[in-house]
């Protein structure tokens, strides 16, 4: 969810940030930061905490990385993932108040909300007047040819080499490839979109890094004007 002013105007990449909790650390987001354009902090449902949320602001400031929110379901035992069944009423109540408790952080570091990350593309919660729904494309994750997203399993984990070959076919020619290997069109039709990572990979360093060298490549045949 964006607003109407802060749409996407070249390919982005935004990877999910501050999701340990406590003095449980969750991926390396010292280094992650210098690869990203957008930091989709926890908001502690799924992950994070106060301190984590101010320590994740300070960073994506620091680095003059864009700030957004990532509320999540109510799971810290499963880190969000687990299947739960929730009233749309009360989902949209749970991420009104994650988004104000980083909006209030923000806010104190006098940073601006970049936008709210979507929970798996659900169009209809943010559907309100002065606001952007922006679709996320996956590239460390698997989808099946349905475009579901496939679970997170040591089976399932996308090659380095696959991030940078994914990244470059989304942006091309909007078109991925399934759990099966099959071509997958995406359907943004010249939308605007973001690509999204997972800071809770192992490999989560090394994909952005090959995400970024191929974003860049893009940006730069794409949108040579745009900064």
Same mark, same amino acid.
């Not at 990449?13 to 957008?38: A, H, Q, S, Y």
């Not at 997958?184 to 997972?198: N, R, V």
């Given at each position: &969810?964006?607003?109407?002013?802060?749409?996407?105007?070249?390919?982005? /990449?935004?990877?999910? &940030?501050g999701?340990?909790?406590?003095?449980?650390?969750?991926?390396p987001?010292?280094? !992650?930061?210098?690869? /990203?354009?957008?930091?989709?902090?926890?908001? @502690?449902f799924?992950a994070?905490?106060?301190?984590?949320?101010?320590?994740?602001?300070r !960073?994506?400031?620091?680095?003059? +990385?864009?700030a957004?929110?990532?509320?999540? %379901?109510?799971?810290? %035992?499963?880190?969000?993932?687990?299947?739960?069944?929730?009233?749309?009423?009360? &989902?949209? $109540?749970?991420?009104i108040?994650?988004?104000?408790?980083?909006? $209030?952080i923000?806010?104190?570091?006098?940073?601006? +909300?970049?936008?709210?990350? @979507?929970?798996?593309?659900?169009? $209809? /919660?943010y559907?309100?007047?002065?606001?952007?729904? /922006?679709?996320?494309?996956?590239?460390?994750?698997?989808?099946?040819?349905e475009?579901k997203?496939?679970?997170?399993?040591?089976?399932t &984990?996308? =090659?380095?080499?696959d991030?940078?070959k994914?990244?470059?076919?989304?942006?091309?020619?909007?078109?991925?490839?399934?759990k099966? @290997?099959?071509? !997958?069109?995406? @359907?943004?039709?010249g939308?605007?979109?973001?690509i999204?990572l997972? =800071?809770?990979?192992?490999?989560?360093l090394?994909?952005?890094? $090959?995400?970024?060298?191929a974003?860049?490549? !893009?940006?730069?045949n794409?949108?040579?004007?745009?900064?």
């Amino acid at each position: &969810m964006a607003n109407n002013t802060n749409l996407v105007q070249k390919v982005e /990449i935004n990877c999910d &940030m501050g999701e340990g909790f406590g003095k449980w650390k969750m991926g390396p987001d010292e280094e !992650l930061i210098k690869f /990203i354009d957008v930091a989709n902090i926890t908001c @502690g449902f799924h992950a994070g905490d106060p301190k984590i949320m101010l320590q994740t602001v300070r !960073l994506a400031k620091k680095n003059g +990385v864009k700030a957004g929110a990532h509320p999540g %379901l109510q799971d810290l %035992l499963g880190f969000g993932r687990g299947p739960m069944v929730i009233d749309p009423a009360k &989902m949209f $109540a749970m991420i009104i108040y994650q988004v104000g408790a980083l909006r $209030a952080i923000l806010d104190f570091e006098n940073v601006p +909300v970049y936008r709210t990350k @979507g929970l798996d593309n659900k169009k $209809a /919660i943010y559907d309100k007047p002065g606001l952007m729904f /922006i679709k996320k494309a996956y590239i460390d994750i698997l989808y099946t040819k349905e475009k579901k997203l496939v679970p997170i399993s040591p089976d399932t &984990m996308v =090659s380095i080499e696959d991030i940078y070959k994914k990244t470059l076919s989304i942006g091309r020619s909007d078109t991925t490839t399934d759990k099966d @290997g099959q071509d !997958l069109k995406l @359907g943004f039709s010249g939308a605007p979109f973001s690509i999204c990572l997972h =800071s809770d990979m192992p490999t989560a360093l090394e994909n952005a890094k $090959a995400c970024r060298k191929a974003v860049d490549e !893009l940006n730069a045949n794409k949108f040579p004007t745009v900064g």
